[in-house]
């Protein structure tokens, strides 16, 4: 299992923009790379997914405003955010499954690492 720290979160009016980082121990490229997200009183939730491929996949409510990357040669995660809404409040963790496995899954449970979660609050 690998070791992630998330970082970049806080507060931003809607409309504004924010990029979390995930600083991950291991080797990222031996892992599918994924962005959740938890809201007060609800499900934890996929937000987009890079497959150690380089495929990436997003939920329907974040395309065209959220983007997922990584940087091989730092093994850190980023996703950057724009446009956002209220909707978007919550506290966003990073998560690692091993490559082996099958890739572009949304469904917490098949992810074997994650980290602490950052909080990021849009208000309206």
């Known amino acids: 299992q690998m070791v992630l720290v998330e970082s970049g979160g806080g507060s931003v009016q809607a409309g504004g923009s924010l990029r979390l980082s995930c600083a991950a121990s291991g080797d990222i490229l031996r892992y599918h790379m994924a962005w959740f997200r938890q809201a007060p009183g609800k499900e934890r939730e996929g937000v987009a997914v890079?497959?150690?491929?380089?495929?990436?996949s997003y939920r329907d409510s974040v395309r065209g405003r959220f983007t997922i990357s990584e940087d091989a040669g730092e093994n850190t995660l980023y996703l950057q955010m724009s446009s956002l809404k209220p909707d978007d409040t919550a506290v966003y963790f990073c998560?690692?499954?091993?490559?082996?496995?099958?890739?572009?899954?949304?469904?917490?449970?098949?992810?074997?690492?994650w980290g602490q979660g950052t909080r990021v609050t849009v208000s309206s």
């Open positions: 998560a690692a499954r091993p490559a082996s496995w099958s890739g572009g899954t949304f469904v917490a449970a098949a992810y074997t690492s």
């Open positions: 890079i497959d150690s491929d380089g495929t990436t």
